[in-house]
Nanobody, 123 residues
Framework: QVQLVESGGGLVQAGGSLRLSCAAS????????LGWFRQAPGKEREFVAG????????YYADFVKGRFTISRDNAKNTVLLQMNSLKPEDTAVYYC????????????????WGQGTQVTVSS
């Protein structure tokens, strides 16, 4: 069992930055790939960024490449999402998710989810 708790969301102006954090509790954190997803009102949940078990391999949705950076600290059981050059279209609830021995771009393959943190970008 893995429990995930996100933090760091808030209101920011366009062009600004936020850093989201996801703290995990439970066993074998390093056995889980991690992903960040987001869901805007009236839209489906979409993949944002993923990171594999060791933290060496990362990948991103095209719409955040060059602006967002995902990282993890297996010693602290945390995963971070640094978000720079934010745009109003980045406004959404951001979710952290964990997948056992994997980290795909498909939400349905993830085993555990956090409760989400709201990110609002004003124009």
């Amino acid at each position: 069992q893995v429990q995930l708790v996100e933090s760091g969301g808030g209101l920011v102006q366009a062009g600004g930055s936020l850093r989201l954090s996801c703290a995990a509790s439970g066993r074998s954190f390093s056995s889980y790939g991690l992903g960040w997803f987001r869901q805007a009102p009236g839209k489906e949940r979409e993949f944002v960024a993923g990171i594999w078990l060791s933290g060496i391999t990362t990948y991103y949705a095209d719409f955040v490449k060059g602006r967002f950076t995902i990282s993890r600290d297996n010693a602290k059981n945390t995963v971070l999402l640094q978000m720079n050059s934010l745009k109003p279209e980045d406004t959404a609830v951001y979710y952290c998710a964990a997948q056992y021995l994997g980290a795909t771009m498909t939400a349905s393959t993830y085993d555990y989810w956090g409760q989400g943190t709201q990110v609002t970008v004003s124009s």
